[in-house]
């Protein structure tokens, strides 16, 4: 089975911080995805990377980075985590395919608290 | 629990009967639209998609139906069961990325 696997279910970090989220799918897919989830707002793109040491800016990158240095891992930092960081962090991945349509697989989540 | 969906609007069905669960989509250009099925505890996961050039589309118990006309997408689920109580998401492919919408609760009680 397929899968995409974040490190962590839950993260409590103090403001300040330097927070690493992972994710690794085993797919080989080229693409990959940072969203947030918070209540009522759906979905937002943070950062996506369409192939290895490459990223592109999503909806909402501002106070994010992220780092893809192989091609199953990518990984979003918040360089000093800030309280309106606190929100479920969902990773995906996806495979290129011809015609151009992007199938999604999502990991299970990682629920950052940041007080 | 988990926060999310928390003001989501919410449809509750009675087990055993059909839900419709309604989505409007933004870009008349979208090429792909897509419904995700989201558990709490759990990321979201693939039900069925449409291509733009359809207009209906049926999987194992759901339809879904586009009007490019009114940009309007459904999920119906055939005999909805408990295991449907979950938040869906339509979600539209433009620009090579996914946009989602805010997604709706689905409530079934017995």
């Known amino acids: 089975d397929v899968k995409v696997t974040q490190s962590s279910r839950y993260l409590v970090k103090r403001t300040g911080e330097k927070v690493f989220l992972e994710c690794v799918q085993d797919?080989?897919?080229?693409?990959m995805f940072w969203y947030r989830q918070d209540p009522g707002l759906g979905l937002r793109l943070i950062y996506f990377?369409?192939?290895?040491?490459?990223?592109e800016k999503g909806d909402i990158p501002e106070g994010y980075s992220v780092s893809r240095e192989k091609k199953e891992r990518f990984s979003l930092i918040l360089e000093s985590a800030s309280t309106n960081q606190t929100s479920m962090y969902l990773c995906?991945?996806?495979?290129?395919?011809?015609?151009?349509?992007?199938?999604?697989?999502f990991g299970s989540g990682t629920r950052l608290t940041v007080v | 629990g988990e926060s999310v969906g928390l003001h989501l609007p919410t449809l509750s069905v009675q087990e055993g009967d059909n839900s419709i669960i309604n989505c409007a989509y933004s870009?008349?250009?979208?090429?792909?639209f897509i419904w995700y099925k989201q558990e709490s505890g759990k990321g979201p996961q693939f039900i069925i998609d449409?291509?733009?050039?359809?207009d209906k589309r049926q999987g194992q118990r759901v339809t879904v139906l586009l009007n490019k006309t009114v940009k309007h997408l459904s999920l119906q689920i055939a005999a909805t069961q408990p295991g449907d109580s979950a938040v869906y998401f339509c979600?539209?492919?433009?620009?090579?990325?996914?946009?989602f919408g805010t997604g709706t609760r689905l409530q079934v009680f017995p």
């Open positions: 995906a991945s996806s495979l290129v395919e011809t015609g151009g349509y992007y199938g999604y697989t």
């Open positions: 797919m080989d897919h080229e693409n």
């Open positions: 990377s369409y192939d290895v040491k490459m990223k």
């Open positions: 870009n008349s250009a979208s090429d792909y």
């Open positions: 449409i291509r733009s050039n359809m």
């Open positions: 979600a539209e492919t433009y620009t090579d990325k996914l946009i």
